[in-house]
């Protein structure tokens, strides 16, 4: 570890014992769940206010420090790695929910709220937020890598789900991006440019998201297959039918083992569908029948039901440690994920031939896949000890990557570029990577925001 | 009109009999559906791709000529008139339906086709588009303005539903902002940074655009309400249940008597609210009968059905037509619109607010609103030979707008800002306006695209 750079005395006085050299908690901040290397922060920053963001961003600026923002830390393509050190700036304690407005169906929360404190906050009422990455992550942290999860093929990602953001610039400037309109016409839709930004463009520090009526009936199957390929098939069809299916998750057999092994259950070891559908009694009843045939007619095995709602706790609590029980395959190891997204056109045919090739590598590699939007994931469990593993890791996921992209997909769906798919974004978007970075250049013209994250160079 | 500048020999060469400098064509180009003075362009370019608009963009940025884009003149902020004359690149030759990829739902267009062309075409599919404002607009412009129309608070605007657009850069490149995928995480979001931009960043020449499954079932009712104010909490408490309705909107009593003369047509003269419920036949059944029983609560007559393909395209055609409707309220009449759309919790107060100060002028005023995203229209019907009515007209435009943003709602929900709400912008966004005019100035430097619209100065 390098020895941290000398800490702005402004800094020390702004926070008092709320900025930290503390060795292990630098290391805590310099990683994220994935096998990126990690490189600690010169120092944790905990603020408590927007106001106090501006001021941190403000003296890093007149000294020229990077800037790293921190949610959870729970993110898998490297975004909180300081790979040119500085200060990561920590929002847990920016953790207020600041308003909840029930005629409106939205809420106003600071950026370090988790998806689950909402939603517990929601308890009671009749409205809940939809965004579901799985694994505990902040409202800012999934805005800033426009993440989406299990029910966006019904509620749609963070993109369509955030309604404004409270942004602090790399000058210090406080701005907010919107007014709390459902839409509006005017001027430059700089929540979404904000959005997915990484923090590269400023600090999201408040958040505006939609909630939703949590519907009246509820109900949830798996379902088995023959073949990957069977499997998705059934999801395109049920999509293209219109049927409003709220989630419908693609777990492969070496999934469904891992699954099965880690939460003690023993559902078949196949290709298999988790489903939800939501609504009203019976739009459930007729949405469930509706897919029930198409399953069938595309050798799906009978449905298994989990109606009341200890089952389907169970269930997609199994769904959501699915990258735990992915991990516990092998002991010790870390997780390569990939994460393309291609037109659903073009689904079947992108994970038969992804699933032909690391069938034949020596990882174990199981794959799930949010597949009503064109996603999937591969987990590559590798061994931190053994760097062939992760350059053959590497390896696999270029050809994935490249596959994706000749199929008008992209390199990733919902986990961000961070480190991991910078090298990725010029040969994704051509001409429009270099309006990127000028946009970049425009707002960031230090570099100091989250340095050499979604964008390599700058200039 | 001024004399036209000299044009570029290398724009005459390039586009032949494709370029007019004939006064009346100019004359139409400069000028949009509403009360903005009209301003013609020195002259009219007819591309037929996105590599000619590369190539007039590039000439006209060597020649310092102001570019102004133009797709059906059907806009009402004046954001097509030329202020400052130079070349209009009029898109209508680019109405080349690209692709549609049915099992994808969604299709490639040139920006010159219509939404009716786009949904004509794909008659006989059980494909559809959504975005609905009423009267023939390009897609291109739709996306321009972020435009969205009747069924919004069920399929979303343009906002939602462009996934990815071509667009040529002020200095001629030409961009491609986005992969086919349903959701990406790679990099800044160029797509929705264009969606809106008036043509001021530069233009839009293809569109990538979702599409929908036809539903099975679909019915439309009306119902008359004894004031306004139930109307409105009507719509609210549907959002709020969580009915999937697909359309519903309000049309005062000035707009419904205005629609009865246009259409020929005898609704009761009092608020009403026109609903489209779309689904399976149980479920359309299931919502219309919720929606009925919400209604009676609150004021709402007995629904009248209109069940048959007949009457439900006569009733959204009267629908459609009330703009033409209103403007017939008043024979020779060119219309002043408002457009500002707030939280639905505050909507019934900005609507009955409105009305007191609007009953009270001078001007016959009819009120139509899209009130389940709480966006709301208020005609103004000034005669063009008495500017004494305009200035009512704004003046009264003002308070509302200042209304809506003390209510946290926002200047245009739909409309754009053209020129008619660029004095509005800096007042709503604050320091973000500023962060509007970085990203005008980088991507426009000399300020050539669109120039006085949206952003009046971009330094």
């Not at 503390?22 to 994220?32: A, F, L, T, V, Y």
């Not at 509620?155 to 942004?167: I, K, P, Q």
């Not at 069977?230 to 409003?244: D, K, L």
């Not at 389907?312 to 997204?341: F, I, K, N």
Request: overall charge negative.
């Amino acid at each position: 570890m390098s020895d941290p750079r000398t800490i702005p005395p402004e800094l020390i006085e702004l926070l008092g014992d709320r900025l930290t050299i503390d060795p292990i908690i630098r290391e805590k901040h310099g990683s994220d769940e994935s096998s990126h290397a990690p490189h600690p922060p010169d120092a944790v920053a905990y603020p408590e206010s927007t106001e106090e963001v501006a001021k941190i961003v403000a003296i890093c600026a007149s000294h020229a420090l990077p800037i790293v923002p921190f949610g959870k830390g729970s993110a898998v393509e490297g975004g909180v790695v300081a790979i040119h050190g500085g200060i990561c700036i920590d929002l847990g304690r920016m953790n207020q929910i600041l308003s909840i407005n029930r005629e409106d169906m939205d809420a106003d929360v600071q950026a370090g709220v988790t998806q689950f404190q909402l939603n517990e906050h929601l308890d009671g009422t009749p409205l809940f937020f939809s965004v579901d990455p799985g694994g505990e992550a902040t409202l800012g942290g999934m805005a800033s890598t426009r993440a989406s999860g299990t029910n966006t093929v019904r509620y749609g990602a963070m993109r369509e789900n955030v309604l404004r953001l409270t942004v602090v610039l790399a000058d210090g400037r406080i701005i907010r991006t919107a007014s709390r309109a459902r839409k509006s016409s005017a001027g430059y839709d700089l929540t979404r440019l904000f959005v997915g930004a990484e923090g590269t463009l400023g600090i999201i520090t408040e958040v505006t998201v939609r909630l939703y009526r949590r519907p009246e009936a509820i109900s949830t199957a798996i379902c088995a297959f023959d073949s990957i390929d069977n499997a998705v098939r059934t999801v395109i069809e049920t999509i293209q039918s219109g049927i409003p299916v709220a989630r419908v998750e693609l777990l492969d057999e070496v999934s469904i083992d891992a699954v099965n092994r880690y939460s003690d259950l023993d559902y078949s070891v196949a290709p298999t569908l988790f489903f939800e559908f939501q609504g009203t009694s019976a739009s459930v009843t007729e949405q469930a029948a509706s897919v029930e045939v198409i399953a069938q007619q595309h050798g799906g095995l009978a449905f298994q039901w989990a109606t009341d709602e200890v089952d389907r706790e169970r269930l997609w609590h199994a769904r959501h440690q699915a990258y735990y029980a992915m991990l516990a395959l092998r002991p010790g190891a870390r997780s390569m994920t990939t994460d393309v997204c291609v037109p659903v056109s073009r689904l079947a045919d992108c994970i038969r031939e992804t699933k032909r090739e690391v069938d034949e590598c020596s990882l174990p590699s199981p794959l799930l896949g949010h597949v009503g939007d064109g996603n999937f994931h591969i987990l590559f469990l590798i061994d931190p000890e053994r760097p062939e593993e992760l350059a053959e890791a590497e390896r696999l996921n270029r050809r994935i990557v490249e596959r994706a992209l000749s199929m008008d997909g992209t390199c990733t769906g919902e986990h961000g570029v961070g480190l991991g798919k910078v090298d990725f974004l010029p040969i994704e978007h051509g001409e429009a990577f270099h309006v990127m970075q000028q946009i970049k250049a425009t707002l960031d013209p230090q570099d100091l925001m989250n340095p050499g994250k979604v964008l390599k160079q700058t200039s």
